[in-house]
Nanobody, 127 residues
Framework: QVQLVESGGGLVQAGGSLRLSCVASGRAFSFFAMGWFRQAPGKEREFVAAINWNGVTTYYSDSVKGRFTISRDNAKNTAYLQMNSLKPEDTAVYYC????????????????????WGQGTQVTVSS
């Protein structure tokens, strides 16, 4: 069992930055690929970014590529999502996810293979 706790959300103006954190407890953090998904009101949950177990391989949705950076620190059991140049359309609840497929390929573009979810953190970008 893995527990995921996100933090770092909040209200920011367009063009600003936020860094989300996801702390994992339970099983060894390096056993899992990590990902971030988001869900805006009235919309389905969508993939944002994923990272493999050792941080070498990353994936991004086209909508955030070049603006967001996913990273992880296995010594701290923590995954991060650095979000720059934020836009109002980035407003959503952001969820951290863990997947036993350490390559992160199962997370890329899909939430169907997620094994564990965090509770979510709200990000609001004002125009």
């Amino acid at each position: 069992q893995v527990q995921l706790v996100e933090s770092g959300g909040g209200l920011v103006q367009a063009g600003g930055s936020l860094r989300l954190s996801c702390v994992a407890s339970g099983r060894a953090f390096s056993f899992f690929a990590m990902g971030w998904f988001r869900q805006a009101p009235g919309k389905e949950r969508e993939f944002v970014a994923a990272i493999n177990w050792n941080g070498v391989t990353t994936y991004y949705s086209d909508s955030v590529k070049g603006r967001f950076t996913i990273s992880r620190d296995n010594a701290k059991n923590t995954a991060y999502l650095q979000m720059n140049s934020l836009k109002p359309e980035d407003t959503a609840v952001y969820y951290c996810a863990a997947d036993r497929d350490r390559s992160a390929t199962s997370l890329y573009g899909s939430s169907s293979q997620v094994d564990y979810w965090g509770q979510g953190t709200q990000v609001t970008v004002s125009s």
